[in-house]
């Protein structure tokens, strides 16, 4: 891969502060959302807030089937954002035959905590999935984590770093997703080979969001051997999340063996996967179709006879 050397600023995520990219307007307009067609289950109650899953299940779903599932985790910088992101996508791959699964989880804004708390509330969304899943219907061995942005974030952290569970809940229980879909994610999170360091007043800055040190959240810094099978939609424009940084985690994945795929779009600036975005949904269309393929090569759906 070629060498880059970027001044590794951290602009994509200090402009996250700004960035009220409750990334599908509609369902940031009032919140909770509600979600048509979605049945709720709430995962986790903490500091009197109830957070819920938006469950989408196949067209004659029984809690008897063992089917795979994907659970989504929504952008908008650890700080805004809302399940109804990935409303559209879990329409989707209901459709397609998995359990399709939106997240909300705490966010800045509204619940006043860091990062390394969205982390916490992750992990218990992929447990308490893995721990219902025979009254879910889900094969509790094929849970796959996607995610937009600090969504797609959430998602490779949980896959990655060990650390962060709820101390309250069963660790015997997995919180490891078996598949990572990851859309513009922000992966890398403290300096590494082939990126300038950081000034000073930025880490700073950086550390006071995470609420620990940034290394310990940044999926980068965690890549080992084992990984779960990962596909990464990246615009090659967007300067909200470098693509350099994509390059280098796919990179450090493939190094150490695991299956890693970047699928890059030529032109495209953050965001430009969601629906309603550009023309016809053009991107959303696109990167929908090559996480099909990439869910057809792992067995979750069958694959689409064109």
């Not at 899953?53 to 063992?66: C, I, Q, R």
């Not at 969205?118 to 984590?145: T, W």
């Not at 280098?248 to 953050?270: I, R």
Request: a positive charge; hydrophobic letters at 40%.
């Amino acid at each position: 891969m070629q060498r880059f050397t970027i001044s590794f600023s951290l602009v994509f995520l200090l402009s996250f502060v700004g960035l009220a990219v409750a990334q599908d307007k509609k369902g940031a307009k009032a919140y909770p959302p509600k979600l048509e067609g979605a049945a709720v289950e709430t995962y986790k109650t903490i500091d009197g807030t109830k957070l819920n899953l938006y469950v989408y299940n196949p067209a004659g779903h029984k809690p008897t089937d063992k089917r795979p599932a994907i659970v989504f985790f929504f952008g908008g910088g650890w700080t805004n954002g809302s399940p109804g992101q990935f409303e559209q996508h879990c329409k989707h791959l209901a459709e397609r035959g998995m359990v399709a699964i939106t997240a909300d989880y705490r966010v800045g804004s509204r619940n006043q905590v860091k990062a390394v708390e969205c982390v916490k509330d992750a992990k218990s969304a992929i447990r308490y999935v893995r721990q219902n899943a025979g009254r879910l219907g889900v094969d509790p061995n094929r849970i796959a984590a996607g995610g937009g942005s600090a969504g797609g974030h959430l998602a490779a952290a949980i896959a990655l770093i060990k650390e962060f569970d709820e101390s309250t809940e069963d660790p015997s229980i997995s919180s490891v997703p078996n598949a990572l879909a990851l859309f513009n994610p922000a992966v890398v999170l403290a300096p590494a080979e082939g990126l300038k360091s950081i000034d000073e007043e930025r880490v700073s800055s950086l550390k006071e969001r995470m609420g620990v040190e940034p290394k310990a959240l940044s999926p980068l810094h965690h890549v080992k051997a084992g990984a779960p099978p990962t596909i990464i939609f990246h615009g090659k424009a967007d300067t909200t999340v470098p693509y350099v940084t994509v390059e280098l985690f796919t990179k450090a994945m493939t190094d150490a063996g695991n299956k890693c795929t970047l699928v890059g779009y030529e032109g495209q600036a953050h965001g430009f996967f969601n629906y309603g975005r550009g023309n016809g949904n053009e991107y959303y269309n696109k990167t929908v179709a090559a996480l099909d393929d990439f869910l057809a090569g792992l067995g979750y759906i069958e694959a689409d006879k064109k």
